[in-house]
Structures are given as C-alpha cells and as structure tokens.
C-alpha cells in the first residue's frame, strides 16, 4: 500500500458521527453515494411537476395554464434542471456508492473531496431553484442560454444569475465526485483486481468520469463568458465571442450526453448478466467501445450548429454517424448476453431489458439529426425533443432504475414490492412511449419547440395523447413512492445476495460495513470480472467430480 494509500485510509477511519450531523459530514462513500442520489431523485420529482404542467397547458389549442412568461421558466428549469441537477448527478452519484465496493476498495479517493462535491451541488441546485421566489423569477432563456437572450438587457432580473452561479457551484460539485471516483478505480482497487477485470459498471463510470474532467470545464469556462457578458453587454455585440460561446458550450453539451447514460448502460449490462446466469457477453470489446465512445463524443459538438453555417458538416456529420460503430458493440453485448440465457424476468431485468428497444431509437433518431439535411428539417422542432427525450428517458431513465432496483437491496438491506416494482415499469413503459412518440409526429409537423401555446389544430390530437402519457408516467412515479415506503414499513431482509450477483459487492452484507468488507464478509478471491460467478462455477465443477467419484466408486 502506497503512502498516499494509507493517508487516505487513515482519514476515512476517523470515527463518524451519528445522526443528521453524522450523514451531512460523512466521508463513507455509502452515505455521500446516498446522499447524492436521494437529493437528484428528488429534483427528477420536482423537474417532472414542471413537465406536467406545461403538458397541460399544451394539451390543446390556445391553453393558458401559465402565462408565456412563466412557461419560459418552467421549460428552462425543466431542460437544464433535468441535465444539470438530476440526470448527471444520479449517474455519477450512483458510482460514488457501487465502484468503490465494485473494486473491492475499503474507501473512495479523496473523501472528503467527495463530500465537498455534494454540497457544492445541493447549494447550486437550491440557487437555481431560488430564481423562483425573486421577482422577475427563474431564468427563461433555455438550457442553452444562447447570447443574446441572457445578457443582463434582455434577462435583468437576478433570477438569471442564480441560475448561473447554481449551474456553475453543481458543475464543479459533479467534476470533484467524478475526480474521486476515477482515481478510485485506478488507484485503490483490490490487489487481485487488474483493469481488465474491473467490472463493466465500473468501466463505464471510468469513461463518464473522464468526459467529466475533459469536457466540464468547457462549461465552466462557458459560464463564464455570460458573466462577463451580464457586466459588459456590449461583448456579445461580436460575433467571434457568441460563435466561441456555442463552439464551448456544445463542447460540453454533446458529451453531457454520454456522461448521462454511460453508467446506466453499465447497470444493465450488470443487471443483464446477473439475470440471464452468465457473464457479460463480449466484455473486452465493450470496454474498448466505452473508452472509444469517450474519445469520439468530444469530437461530434460542431454538429449541434449545422443550421448556424459555422462549421463543417461533411467532418461533424461523420465523426457524429462513426459513433453508431461502439454503440453497436455495446449493443452486441446486450444481445449476446441474454440469447442463450437463463432469463429470469424480476424488476431490473424488465427495465433492463425495455431499456434496449427505447434508446435504439434515441440514438438512431440521434444519427438522422446528424446530417445536415434532415437537421435543417427537424432543427428546433418537436422530433428534437422526442429523440433527446428517448435518449434521456426512455434510455437513460430506465437504465437508471433498473440500477436502482437492482442495487436497492444491497443499499437498504431490504426487499421491495415484486409486484408494485412490475406496476411502476409497466405504467413507465405505457406513459414513456405514449409521451414521447406523439412528438415525433409533431415535429414532422412543424410545430416548434419551446412555445407556450398553440393555434393549429392538427396538433392538437397529438398533444393531448403526450400530455396523457406523461400523466401515466407521473402515475408510475405515485407508485414507486408507494413502494418505497411500504418497502421501509415492512422491512423484509434482503441478505446479503438475493440476486445471485456476479461481482464482488453481493459477496459483502447488505447494507455494507463501513469499510465495505470485513472479517465476516471477506473480500473473495478475484479471478475475472465476474468473481462471484466463477467461484459458484467452481463450486459446481467440484461437486459434479464428486458426485461422479462417488458413482464410480
């Protein structure tokens, strides 16, 4: 164990407080994991209340819910809120808690660097969310905050530079969770355990960290610009400055993406394999896709400005469709896991499994909006929305819960609802593709993104169709609560390993120690990136050999 090894070892076993002060201060990754999680899912609660309400108000013709002021700041807080807030947040939050235990390290990197990174986002998500009770109220000009709509002329109230500062505080708090959780996987790993034996989840969350640390940064510098910008209104009056704010901004904005669903892509590649009693299928090949997705994703943003004339289509338009070259591998790996396999269809692998279909067609729609033609079609429309959402939501969402299904047990110690858990994902299913499909045909319309109310009425059918899905996903979301609480009323124990997992966490108690293994649940021996799998593999072998000594004697 190396000197920096002990240091930080040594800091994490400082004794813990108990109680509200003991969570808030914690350096247990467990609890910061948690912590993060809770806080984001309880956003997704609030971001998704605003989405009802402008559902509503679009549900037919000439609706006048909100007023177009208001609706402005519902859409801004929803979309950035969404990316900001929720989804990066809960991607990288759920590494925080499962690769340090993945690993098999007793602690993750830097804890208190961890802990600095969930408060640096919980006080930027209530600065953000604090827009709402100044006077002029919450920042109305997009996730995008494209110049020059957020210049202190057109956007004066402070509502704007809450927003600002909130988005800025959140990035930073996500860039030092993603730092930690990296240096983790590289760092602190069990001694067994090479790099080509890390788990897929945790090779996913080494992928999404590094875009984390390249790519954020962009942002930051991005938001800095529109400060500048609110003091000196007069510097966007260049156009070198708003082409450069895009250039930053989407250099960022692209690879968010891929921070978004990377780790949940990780959590049904582990729920798939656990599910279908078999390793994970093709797991070098998808971890070379993970790393060369990474690499790719910073090279695509230009894409995001085709209809701007700044850029090279013919060179963001390929680099943008060579994309659907490690997508495939990573989908082959799906498939070839469960072909063949043992399926055993429990609330993870439904959402597993539905997670597949619904982010095809997120990414492909994805490649058909990377083509300067048919961008030129959709750009600003509603088939904009739909795909971004279909990546988002329906991929990225349900990755998210399968994860959290699969994880809740290891986390809590105790076992929800089969059939409330069956509940939520059928009326998920249901609501999701109701929602969201509509759009599609919207945007082959014509209808616009971002406006608050409507006159045609060709549009009006489909609105209401999305507006009752997206009610049926707020239904869903009634019953996951449901589930939750009744889970914690009822108390059922889980043990240590109620899914037959194949790494190395379900070998520890459930909920893990503080040091995540101990004398009575060993770190086991580590022979591959399925361990667990390999040592009941070798269990059977052995008892076969018996068994056929024992005939032949």
């Not at 989405?51 to 979309?79: C, K, S, W």
């Not at 957020?150 to 927003?163: A, T, Y």
């Not at 409330?420 to 499909?437: A, C, E, K, P």
């Amino acid at each position: 164990m190396t000197t920096w090894q002990q240091r930080t070892l040594a800091l994490a076993q400082r004794p813990e407080q108990g109680g509200l002060t003991g969570w808030t201060s914690s350096r247990d990754h467990k609890r910061i994991g948690l912590l993060t999680i809770g806080t984001a899912l309880g956003l997704f609660l609030l971001m998704g209340a605003l989405a009802l309400t402008m559902r509503t108000q679009l549900a037919q013709p000439n609706e006048h819910v909100v007023g177009a002021a208001v609706y402005d700041q519902l859409f801004t807080i929803h979309g950035s809120g969404m990316i900001y807030l929720v989804v990066t947040p809960l991607a990288i939050g759920l590494g925080v808690y499962v690769v340090p235990l993945q690993v098999g390290a007793p602690v993750i990197a830097a804890p208190r660097l961890t802990l600095i990174g969930y408060w640096m986002y919980a006080f930027g998500a209530a600065c953000v969310l604090s827009g709402f009770l100044t006077a002029d109220g919450a920042a109305a000009d997009g996730w995008t905050a494209y110049a020059p709509l957020s210049d202190s002329q057109q956007s004066p109230g402070v509502g704007f530079d809450l927003w600002l500062v909130g988005t800025f505080l959140a990035t930073v708090g996500m860039m030092c969770q993603g730092g930690t959780v990296l240096w983790t996987v590289l760092r602190l790993r069990a001694p067994q355990m090479s790099m080509m034996r890390v788990p897929v989840f945790s090779w996913s969350e080494v992928a999404t960290c590094l875009m984390v640390i390249m790519a954020f940064p962009s942002l930051l510098t991005a938001l800095g610009m529109l400060a500048i910008g609110r003091i000196h209104p007069q510097v966007f009056d260049s156009n070198v400055w708003n082409i450069g704010y895009q250039d930053l901004f989407w250099f960022y904005g692209h690879p968010v993406v891929y921070v978004m669903f990377f780790p949940f892509v990780g959590a049904v590649a582990e729920v798939l394999a656990t599910f279908a009693r078999r390793k994970y299928f093709g797991y070098t090949a998808t971890v070379l896709a993970l790393l060369a997705f990474a690499g790719l994703s910073m090279s695509v943003w230009g894409h995001h400005m085709f209809t701007t004339g700044q850029n090279a289509d013919d060179y963001y338009s390929l680099t943008s469709t060579l994309l659907a070259i490690p997508a495939g591998l990573e989908y082959f790996g799906f498939l070839g896991t469960i072909v063949g396999g043992r399926l055993s269809y429990r609330t993870p692998m439904l959402f597993a499994l539905a997670f597949i279909p619904q982010f095809l067609v997120g990414g492909l729609t994805g490649i058909m909006v990377s083509t300067p033609a048919i961008d030129a079609q959709f750009q600003d429309t509603y088939f904009v929305v739909a795909h971004f959402h279909y990546t988002l939501f329906a991929g990225s969402v349900f990755g998210l819960f399968a994860g959290l299904y699969y994880w809740f047990p290891k986390m809590t110690g105790y076992m929800f609802d089969e059939r409330l858990g069956r509940l939520h994902f059928v009326l998920m299913v249901i609501g999701t593709n109701v929602t969201f499909l509509p759009m599609f045909g919207l945007g082959f319309m014509g209808m616009p993104r971002r406006i608050s109310s409507y006159s045609e009425p060709g549009w009006g059918t489909l609105n209401l169709v999305s507006s009752i899905g997206a009610f049926t996903i707020g239904l869903s979301m009634l019953v996951l609560i449901y589930n939750v609480i009744r889970t914690f009323m009822n108390k059922i124990p889980a043990g240590d390993d109620p899914w037959g997992g194949t790494t190395v966490e379900w070998a520890t108690s459930s909920p893990p120690p503080r040091f995540n293994f101990d004398a009575a649940h060993p770190l086991p021996p580590i022979t591959g990136f399925a361990p667990l799998l390999d040592l009941r593999e070798r269990e059977q072998e052995q008892q076969r050999e018996l068994a056929g000594s024992g005939s032949t004697s």
